[in-house]
């Protein structure tokens, strides 16, 4: 099932030994069949076997996508056609912590852009470039699903909401002195950019009661609601066949 | 006057509202046993009763959608639940994952059982660590209790449910993108039909729903269809987060009937900013036609939505006030689809790419006489000749912004769009929103 490498891809992966050998290769063999076996076929294990790749080495290599298709009896061509595709799929290694500043428009409009910029001036590093130390990895990101925190950056994809330019650079600094940083809705404390992966790839780090359950915006209908005493109706007091509410009661 | 209706929200201000034992202590498990007790048909029958219509954006009915699983197919049943919510403004399921993700895990069993599968998945957007960790947990609980795998509840129905992780792809939240994404393959749209009814996850039956969609079916199996019919209006029946963002003065999520207006919801969430003016808003994401002051009284259901000229799709409103450009939020949402379009198809692909270019020379106040009629003719040339909604979607911030604020996308061919709306007043921190932060 070997593909024909090109002559680029064969020069790198001479250049380096595999990390995917020996007692590291039997590990992460214990764990590709734990993932494969959830799956009515296997090939549905092959996003999961990329996480788990990069769990290993910070990012996905060549070597990473030959584990992948070796577990999975595909070829290393398919691989890497799934594994191009993705953007969480990093081809180059990244930091400690990756920190994503969310750009599309809700949260640019709400300073999201400025984060941005200031990161990138803060760091010296440009989009989906890496500190020197080998600690933070900045990129920009589109829509995070936290719009009514916005501004919203995440570092290895755990949400730090509700930021501003200053809040941010703290965070970074703090990031790369090594630091606790605590998420604004996850873990207390954020683990490693390839913990974070190995999560991904479906096996727990048993952290998933840390943190709060919910707040700020997520609670502000509920707790307008409690104030104001409204509720769902009463299944066992519905107004009589309501020929529902006219449209859009005003 | 509408009031809000907290009900898949009702415990999030509980610490522990995501563990089995609170869920439980709120009534949480009981809707499945009623269910086990029940033929599936019926439930089927009693969730097309209710009315409820997709929660993922299309509106589609869940109940309906269930019935077109074909009955002589011997091939096995799948559900798939769709958590890749990555529409952008859209934020309703990641806190619902969070803070209440048994609601999800209950509506996944009687909704398996409805349709005689067992095995599901939650396909789940990879971007969210401890929504991913939250979910598993209240899986491994549920297994647990013997609410999830063999014999459930003593009933004979087995279940198996994964918690799938995405890796980053806006496309994955189409169904049929989805699906080749969790078969393991590039998440590309396959052309329908076939529809995933017929020929879905390993080309076999498969139901695919939004997790609002799923964690609904209990409450409706609890209270009744009658319960569910008696908000909301009569072809869009209950009730649904409506999540606010932006320029408003307490943004968050408002679970509420559907009908409600956005004045009512603005009323209750402070208004827009510190004494600013409403400009132009989402409906429901970017990629439904936005919506200006004149709509603050269009009922939020499906119909009266789409009668004015927009679509309901996640009730994701993004408000904008007076301070904003519309060319650099239209700008800044192209520049996400021109990123997230998956190559398939050419309109799309090139359409977004050139699109792009166009509106970031009209923001930089570079633009020509003939960008306007440019970018509508390329909107034609994409609404309707993609495989997938991404590509019609695209052209619904261009179109619906040249309608209400063309003279904007005029002064782009002389004056940059930061000089018209300095950019640091539309921020969170600017003295504009000062109230904000009290």
Known sequence: ?250 | MTTLTPILSKNWDRPDSFTLAAYREDGGYQALRTALGMEPDAIVDLVKASGLRGRGGAGFPTGMKWGFLPKDNPNPRYLVVNADESEPGTCKDMPLLLANPHALVEGIAIASYAIKSRNAFVYVRGEVLHVIRRLRHAVAEAYEAGLLGTDILGSGFDLDVVVHSGAGAYICGEETALLDSLEGYRGQPRLKPPFPAVAGLYASPTVVNNVESIASVPSIVANGADWFTSMGTEKSAGFGFFSLSGHVTRPGQYEAPLGVTLRELLDMAGGVRNGHRLKFWTPGGSSTPIFTDAHLDTPLDFESVGAAGSMLGTRALQIFDETTSVVRAVRGWIEFYAHESCGKCTPCREGNFWMAQVLRRIEAGKGTEEDVAKLLDICDNLLGRSFCALGDGATSPVTSAIKYFREEFIAGTHTPAWELFPYQRTTRWSSESVEEDA
């Open chain 1, 1 to 250: 099932m070997s593909t024909p490498e090109t002559p680029k891809a064969s020069e790198e992966r001479a250049a380096r030994t595999s990390v995917f050998t020996g007692e590291a290769l039997a590990r992460l063999e214990v764990d590709a069949k734990d993932i494969i076996s959830r799956y009515p076929k296997e090939r549905s294990a092959l996003l999961p076997l990329l996480h788990l790749v990069q769990s290993e080495e910070g990012y996905v290599s060549v070597d990473g996508i030959a584990f992948c298709a070796d577990q999975l009896g595909i070829t290393t061509a398919e691989v890497t056609a799934v594994a191009t595709f993705y953007t969480m799929y990093k081809r180059r290694p990244v930091g400690d912590y990756h920190v994503g500043v969310c750009t599309n428009t809700l949260c640019a409009v709400m300073g999201g852009d400025e984060i941005f910029s200031s990161l990138k001036e803060h760091l010296g590093v440009g989009n989906d470039e890496t500190t020197e130390d080998g600690k933070v990895t900045l990129e920009h990101l589109e829509c995070n699903a936290a719009c009514d925190f916005a501004p919203v950056v995440m570092v290895n994809w755990e949400f730090f909401d509700d930021q501003t330019p200053e809040s941010a650079r703290r965070l970074v600094d703090d990031l790369r002195l090594g630091n606790d940083v605590t998420p604004t809705r996850g873990a207390n404390s954020v683990c490693t950019w390839k913990q974070a992966s190995r999560v991904l790839a479906g096996i727990d780090d048993g952290r998933a009661t840390e943190g709060v359950q919910a707040s700020g915006p997520s609670l502000a209908g509920l707790e307008l609601a409690r104030q104001r005493g409204w509720q769902a109706p009463d299944p066992a007091d519905l107004p009589a066949a309501a020929p529902a509410t006219e449209d859009g009661a005003k």
